[in-house]
């Protein structure tokens, strides 16, 4: 079975950390939507977002890079977009590992409070985003971050999503 990990949670909190690190150890390959993001400002020169060029770059991308069948790391939210892509990808006989991040509101705000570029809508909205993933699909979740793990998350993200892929 092809494999994919995948991410459950708010801006800032340490999404892309645990991509680029499980990418690091084991050799997967990273989509990243902030990546692309940088790449639609720098090619439309804008300071906003060009959502319908990104979203075009970013479905064309990913329609691809399943097609192509190989192992790889989703680096953004799935929280809004689980409901289509699950099966999608489960059509194209992908295995997934969901990381989800759990944390307090007050950890989420401290985490936020670094973070360099705006978020496009509020702290609350993407809050409640989670919290429907959350309802909806918990079941799919296989490691989840929280307060208490959160400073182990980068060895813990590593040694489930290994023993994962060695099954």
């Known amino acids: 079975m092809k494999k994919v990990v995948l991410f459950a949670g708010m ?32 090619d439309t020169h804008d300071r906003e977002l060009d959502i319908e060029e990104f979203n075009r770059r970013r479905d064309a991308r990913f329609k691809e890079l399943v097609e192509s069948g190989q192992d790889f790391i989703l680096d953004a939210s799935i929280d809004r977009t689980w409901p289509e892509m ?3 990808l489960e059509d194209a006989g992908y295995e997934f590992f969901i990381i989800s991040f759990d944390l307090s509101d007050e950890s989420t705000d401290k985490l936020v409070s670094t973070y360099p570029v705006s978020w496009g ?35 813990d993200a590593l040694n489930s999503v290994k023993t994962w892929l060695e099954k």
């Open 86 to 88: 699950k099966p999608k």
């Open 11 to 42: 801006p800032a909190v340490g999404k892309s950390s645990i991509a680029n690190h499980l990418s690091w150890k084991l050799g997967l390959a990273v989509f990243s939507s902030n990546i692309l993001r940088s790449e639609v400002h720098q």
């Open 121 to 155: 809508k509020p702290p609350k909205e993407y809050r409640a985003d989670h919290q429907n993933f959350l309802n909806d699909f918990a079941n799919d979740v296989k490691l989840t971050i929280t307060d208490e793990n959160y400073s182990t998350r980068l060895d």
